[in-house]
């Protein structure tokens, strides 16, 4: 199949030569069993690539799986992808097939695959070498046939030099390396993408699609693109839906790019009332006021984790209940608060000036009342984790850092609250 008949297949838009170099490489592999390790930035459009490998491969007929190696929590991971015997760990009620054991005969795509712990990438490696699995708690060895094609946004090779990584599973895995390069080293592909997906908006919303004058097409090709594919997309849609004038000029373009992007004491969001025309710098201070507010919220909610895992330990030390989960892994914000909660205050701006004081044997705050806060919290939870996200144009690793929790946290969580970036 030709690379025209590939892009058109799988939606895939652009003709640089290094797009295109990309997609013969996946062409000429597919039909082999060798593994393939799909690099590229963030929203460059990793995923496609893994579907197309697969769909012309002579396994297309048998399963294919993607798993996000950075959603599944650290002490599951070995048993989703290799299964585990009856009673191999606490709550192990009955015995479960791995993913290597279900897809025999198929591809699984390990996504993010940078995320994946050192023991389970120990796992991975003998099962490319040889086969070969042991379900968690089991010591029987068995034999799967199962093609890996592997997807990460991270250095590797630098992973592999800090101890992240390990070496042998790096050049195992990297047999067929698929370069799919970053937006801004195939700039000839922008207006094609930004045309595609405009028109695509326009039918959605039913309306006329934008026109982009000279100084316009000028700006779209020279904005760097930090978010690639992904971020072209959203602003393609901010456009398509919020422009009145369908006739795009460079100045109202920019208006829809982020401005600051090096500086990293920007608030998450603009002010949420309209910019008055007022000094620049009095929106810079109401700005950082409120990414300082941001900050002191997450560096509550962490402390509240914490004391939360050290009651946990001592209830359990006392040989009171088991909590249902690693506190680590648990909720940024617990569902429901109980008494056995310490006691938090939520900055005022958080509740549209309304202070939240949620405090344990609170008599005054009934559970009714108690239930309705935490929901609100944690609609408040998806929208910082939603702005951290646009912020950093999709880049999972710094918008985590921005809100002080781990990626693994953070995809938890995206997966949790259904976010769509
Ligand atoms: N060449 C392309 N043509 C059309 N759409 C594209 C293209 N490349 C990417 N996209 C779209 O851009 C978005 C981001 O792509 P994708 O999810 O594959 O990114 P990714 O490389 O996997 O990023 P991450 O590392 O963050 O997971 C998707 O909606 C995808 O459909
Ligand atoms: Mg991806």
């Known amino acids: 199949m030709d690379v025209q008949s590939i892009k058109n297949r799988f939606g895939i838009i652009g003709n640089s030569p290094a797009l295109n170099h990309a997609l013969s490489t996946a062409t000429q592999v597919a039909n082999t069993d060798l593994s393939v390790l799909i690099a590229g930035e963030s929203g460059v459009g990793k995923e496609a690539f893994s579907n197309i490998i697969h769909a012309l491969s002579a396994r297309k007929h048998n399963p294919f799986i993607a798993v996000n190696c950075g959603a599944i929590p650290e002490g599951t991971i070995d048993s989703e992808l290799f299964g585990h015997e009856k009673g191999s760990f606490t709550g192990a009620v009955d015995s479960r097939k791995g993913y290597f054991e279900t897809v025999n005969g198929g591809t699984i795509f390990l996504d993010e695959i940078g995320e994946m712990p050192l023991g389970t990438q120990a796992r991975l490696l003998r099962v490319l070498e040889t086969g070969e699995f042991i379900r968690v708690g089991s010591s029987k060895v068995q034999k799967t046939d199962v093609r ?77 693109w930090p978010g690639n594919v992904r971020e072209l997309k959203n602003i393609a849609e901010q456009i398509s839906v919020l422009s009145t004038d369908k006739n795009i000029t460079s100045e109202s373009f920019k208006a829809f790019i982020p401005q600051r992007e090096t500086s990293r004491s920007l608030a998450l969001m603009p002010p949420a009332t309209a910019p008055s025309a007022g000094p620049q710098s009095n929106e810079y201070t109401s700005n950082t006021e409120r990414d300082i507010l941001y900050k002191l919220f997450f560096d509550l909610k962490k402390d509240m984790n914490e004391m939360k895992q050290m009651l946990f330990e001592l209830v359990h030390h006392q040989g009171g209940f088991t909590p249902p989960q690693p506190v680590a892994e648990a909720a940024l914000l617990p569902a429901t608060y109980n008494n056995n909660e310490a006691p938090a205050v939520i900055p005022q701006s958080y509740n549209n000036g309304t202070p939240i004081l949620i405090q344990p044997n609170d008599h005054r705050v009934d559970h009714h009342e108690d239930v309705e806060e935490s929901l609100m919290l944690a609609d408040r939870e998806k929208e910082f984790i939603v702005k951290a996200l646009k912020k950093h144009k999709g880049r999972r690793r710094d918008a985590a850092n921005e809100l002080g929790i781990s990626e693994r946290t953070l995809y938890r969580k995206i997966k949790e609250y259904d976010i769509v970036e």
Request: charged content about 30%; cysteine-free; aromatic content about 10%.
């Open 148 to 224: 890996v094609i592997a997807a990460t946004n991270r250095d590797l090779l630098e992973h592999t030099q800090n101890g992240k990584f390990r070496e042998d599973l790096y050049y195992r895995l990297s047999t067929v390396p698929i370069r799919v390069p970053a937006l801004r080293d195939r700039k000839e592909d922008i207006p094609l993408l930004f045309r595609k997906f405009s028109s695509d908006f326009a039918e959605r919303y039913k309306t006329q699609s934008v026109q982009l004058d000279a100084g316009a097409q000028q700006s779209l090709v020279n904005y760097p």
